[in-house]
């Protein structure tokens, strides 16, 4: 199947809300509460969650397309780290997301390849991201591109308690 990056643009806020949700439900069924999942679809997997991002000229989001712009399966996005660090110094790959069906077929180096292309253009000195500790896949598909786990914290829910391991990566 011919699969085709490019980057997002005002409209396609539509498709990243249905491409991150089922992502999402993919990678955390089973891992993450029901409850935390619903609430993660609310907040971070909306569409005017996308939209904002779409709109600001600092965030770069990339999407995987099968056939030709027919489907999208996949993405990445860069933004600023919430940190506060000097602009365009540190970026954060807040998310990079791919149906099951097509890992392992390269196309997430592609997208990570996007992502760190697009944050040395911007001049930055480090990348860093977000893994949920029990994501031992995505922790290996990270260090094999230069990734070090930095700390560990816990994104917290009304009930629950989640594990993540921050990673860095010098550009």
């Not at 292309?117 to 893994?131: I, N, P």
Request: proline share 4%.
């Amino acid at each position: 199947m011919d699969v085709n990056l490019r980057r997002c643009i005002p409209g396609d806020e539509t498709m990243l809300t249905l491409l991150g949700g089922a992502t999402f439900l993919e990678t955390y069924a089973g891992y993450v509460a029901a409850e935390d999942i619903m609430l993660a679809a609310r907040n971070w997997h909306a569409p005017d969650f996308y939209a904002a991002w779409l709109a600001r000229s600092e965030v770069d989001v990339h999407v995987a397309e099968a056939e030709a712009g027919r489907a999208m399966v996949g993405y990445v996005a860069l933004v600023p780290h919430e940190d506060g660090a000097a602009p365009g110094l540190r970026l954060e790959v807040k998310r990079i997301y791919l149906l099951h069906r097509f890992q392992g077929t390269g196309l997430g180096k592609r997208l990570m390849t996007a992502a760190l292309t697009a944050a040395q253009a911007r001049g930055a000195a480090e990348v860093w991201l977000d893994v949920a500790e029990f994501n031992a896949h995505a922790i290996t598909f990270y260090t094999a591109f230069g990734y070090r786990i930095l700390s560990t914290k816990h994104i917290v829910t009304p009930d629950h308690s989640y594990p993540v391991h921050t990673l860095v990566k010098a550009l």
